[in-house]
């Protein structure tokens, strides 16, 4: 037995599955734009960036780094100077004072009093800094001669001394004294001064 359908209820049906069909894709694509809108994109992330304020650097502000960075620079350049001159490359006054000290372990009048383990140097403290560091002054004459003048002391067995001595380069270019002068303590006997290189 057939029921009868209105034209008007068969319209209506079909009219509306194409509809449904239709706003499947519009669904989709919303829930994609919802997916996407997710995603931190570098344009999304530059607007929103954008749209912090910035503080202003002062006048203040900008000194105070540089001033901070220039000081860094120079900590940064005394140190290298330091390991520099100390490690790597020896100071005048240094090889001035090996040569001498070289000198006087293996002079006779020196050795029969000090002994033969003979050491030298800077100043007699009891912190190594300042028996490492030898007092020197490093000047020009009224001819413009480079001269470097020391002090320091030795130890040996039989007793100390404190040595002066006065160098300068002459005309060949190599270390000679103006001066070369010991005062030696050995033992009980009075201090007793030895001009090693008699002044000029």
């Known amino acids: ?115 033969n383990d003979i050491v030298g140097y800077g100043q007699e403290s009891a912190s190594r800094v300042q028996r490492q560091q030898i007092p020197h002054q490093l000047y020009k004459d009224a001819n413009g001669v480079e001269h470097v003048r020391l002090q320091f002391n030795m130890r040996g067995p039989g007793g100390v001394a404190i040595v002066n001595a006065d160098m300068f380069k002459d005309n060949s270019g190599n270390w000679d004294y103006l001066y070369l002068i010991v005062d030696v303590k050995s033992g009980s006997s009075p201090p007793q001064r030895l001009n090693i290189v008699a002044p000029r």
């Open 1 to 115: 037995m057939m029921l009868p359908i209105h034209l008007g209820a068969a319209a209506r049906l079909l009219s509306s599955a194409p509809q449904q069909d239709s706003s499947k894709p519009s669904q989709q694509r919303q829930q994609q734009e919802a997916f996407d809108s997710l995603e931190l994109t570098e344009d999304r992330m530059n607007s929103i960036t954008d749209k912090i304020p910035q503080k202003p650097v002062t006048v203040v502000e900008g000194t105070s780094y540089m001033v901070i960075i220039l000081g860094a620079f120079a900590v940064l350049a005394f140190f290298a100077y330091n390991f520099i001159t100390n490690f790597i490359l020896e100071p005048t006054y240094q090889s001035c004072f090996n040569s001498t000290l070289q000198k006087l372990k293996t002079d006779p009048r020196i050795t029969v009093r000090l002994g």
